[in-house]
């Protein structure tokens, strides 16, 4: 049973990141599961080892793992002679964490763009400073791509190193 080998500090953990992955728009169980995936020293676990160590139902973890597997942040295993179905993290999740971050960003981008054409003052303090963030959100939405390639081009580098 993994939750023998878990503790209160991973637990908290798991409920930090959570929260932090709450705040980009993933349920925070889904965040949790998530968490609970990067820190355990196996590469996978069951659902229902899942369940056990966050004490959710088995509904709730069954539809945030297809959340996650939406989201194409951890993938579906099968282990041989087992027909229970595992979950793991998936390789080159961070650049998927990325790209989530950009289309945010891009969500963030029309609705100050939205903003902006309510402005009829191109004068007044509210146009610049719509048109200020409306500029800034258009360089990130352009410079998260070339982010991502860089981190994707550096990782292996880094690896081998």
Known sequence: MVRSSINDEVLHFAEDMGVVM???GIPRIAGKIYALLLIIPRSQLSADEIANTLK???ASISTMTRVLLQADLIDKVGVTGDRRTYYRIKPGTLG???RGSK???SV???SVAHGLTLVKDKNSDAYHRLTDMLDFYSFLER???LLI???ETER???ARS
């Open 22 to 24: 709450e705040h980009s």
């Open 56 to 58: 959710a139902s088995r």
């Open 96 to 98: 998927n964490l990325l």
């Open 103 to 105: 289309s945010q960003i």
């Open 108 to 110: 963030f981008r029309n």
């Open 143 to 145: 410079e998260f791509p």
């Open 149 to 151: 390639e860089r981190w």
């Open 156 to 158: 292996p580098r880094r």
